[in-house]
């Protein structure tokens, strides 16, 4: 039976052993810069359709795009670290953000779907694997100088 066997640059192991010591910080802030990027277009998406094209007068106070935003990185069941970007919860008048911005998603009887998240998700996929691709390289040349 064969064998092969490859030695890794030195450089390259002394890297890796201390990305390994530090993957506790580096993967908040690589998860957080992707987050926002996703946050980013997901806001400017709502601000798109908030209050647009309404048979009435539009209501909107601006609470729903206040309440946007990203939360600590986490562990999910599977072992796979994630961030989410959402709506902090309740309202000032206790109704749900997550339910208004179904509403606003999706539609109801009456009111047509002016989908905001689903745009965002898919044309900021792209950009949001560059910046966290990006901001490992940084925090990895980053281990060099420590």
């Given at each position: 039976m064969a064998r092969a066997?490859?030695?890794?640059?030195?450089?390259?192991?002394?890297?890796?052993?201390k990305l390994a010591e530090q993957?506790?910080?580096?993967?908040?802030?690589?998860?957080?810069a992707g987050g926002e990027v996703v946050l980013?277009?997901?806001?400017?998406?709502l601000q798109t359709v908030v209050g647009k094209e309404t048979k009435t007068k539009s209501r909107s106070t601006g609470e729903l795009i206040n309440a946007l935003g990203i939360?600590?990185?986490?562990v999910d069941r599977k072992g796979n670290y994630n961030v989410?970007?959402?709506?902090?919860?309740?309202r000032s008048d206790g109704e749900s953000n997550a339910k208004i911005a179904n509403i606003i998603e999706y539609g109801k009887s009456g009111q047509t779907?002016?989908?905001?998240?689903a745009p965002a998700k898919s044309s900021s996929r792209k950009a949001?694997?560059?910046?966290m691709k990006q901001k490992l390289d940084e925090e990895i040349?980053?281990?060099?100088r420590v």
């Amino acid at each position: 039976m064969a064998r092969a066997t490859y030695k890794m640059p030195e450089g390259f192991l002394v890297k890796v052993s201390k990305l390994a010591e530090q993957t506790d910080v580096i993967i908040p802030k690589v998860l957080q810069a992707g987050g926002e990027v996703v946050l980013k277009k997901v806001k400017s998406n709502l601000q798109t359709v908030v209050g647009k094209e309404t048979k009435t007068k539009s209501r909107s106070t601006g609470e729903l795009i206040n309440a946007l935003g990203i939360t600590p990185y986490g562990v999910d069941r599977k072992g796979n670290y994630n961030v989410k970007v959402g709506f902090d919860e309740p309202r000032s008048d206790g109704e749900s953000n997550a339910k208004i911005a179904n509403i606003i998603e999706y539609g109801k009887s009456g009111q047509t779907p002016k989908p905001f998240l689903a745009p965002a998700k898919s044309s900021s996929r792209k950009a949001c694997i560059e910046t966290m691709k990006q901001k490992l390289d940084e925090e990895i040349s980053n281990l060099g100088r420590v």
